[in-house]
């Protein structure tokens, strides 16, 4: 018994040629979605010091990428919540620069002041989370979760926007047809048009 696959195998009626199929799939999907190969891993499913998985987690992979918040809000990330959040972010920022140069606006037509507004502005940790996650539940159901997470920069440990999408198959052929269709709608297109800015 392989207690290194990411698909939790000892807890599925599975071999682990199928469990070795399901992991291909899931890494073509996050591959197609934009995603570095670099960034994608197994998802935590197995019991150590510091932390207990949650009992319908049977493992998986997923990936995360961060785009800095500046760039973020210049192309805006289309989705609503955290949009919105980049957008307060922004004005919080522009009030500190001009507090801070003892101004009362941005003079647009002076452009070493805009080039320090700029500067400014980039200079942060804070950043865009776009993480994906396949996880397997059953022999026969895997979920797809996707989210957005701005607000709680650096720590991403909420999300702004996300979808989860359950995901049910007889056979592996069905399986790889539904992620397919699943990563071809519009919350994951924008996923893929973030993602790739990271890059």
Not at 115 to 129: A, G, H, I, K, S
């Amino acid at each position: 018994m392989n207690k290194e696959h990411a698909i939790k195998i000892e807890d599925l009626d599975i071999t682990t040629e199928q469990a070795d199929a399901m992991e291909v799939i899931f890494h073509n999907a996050l591959r197609d979605m934009g995603y570095s190969k670099d960034y994608i891993e197994a998802v935590e499913c197995r019991h150590r010091d510091g932390f207990k998985p949650y009992a319908h987690n049977k493992g998986g992979l997923e990936a995360r990428c961060y785009l800095d918040q500046y760039t973020a809000n210049l192309m805006y990330t289309g989705f609503t919540n955290t949009d919105e959040v980049l957008d307060k972010n922004e004005k919080y920022d522009l009030e500190c620069f001009l507090l801070e140069n003892e101004l009362t606006e941005i003079d647009h037509d002076n452009e070493e002041q805009l080039q320090q507004y700029n500067e400014y502005c980039q200079n942060t940790n804070d950043t865009v989370e776009f993480m994906t996650r396949f996880m397997v539940l059953s022999e026969n159901e895997v979920t797809l979760f996707m989210s957005v997470s701005a607000s709680d920069s650096p720590y991403h440990r909420t999300s702004d926007d996300n979808k989860e999408i359950k995901i049910k198959f007889k056979t592996l052929s069905q399986l790889e047809i539904k992620i397919k269709k699943a990563i071809s709608g519009h919350f994951a297109k924008a996923m893929k048009s973030n993602i790739i800015e990271s890059y």
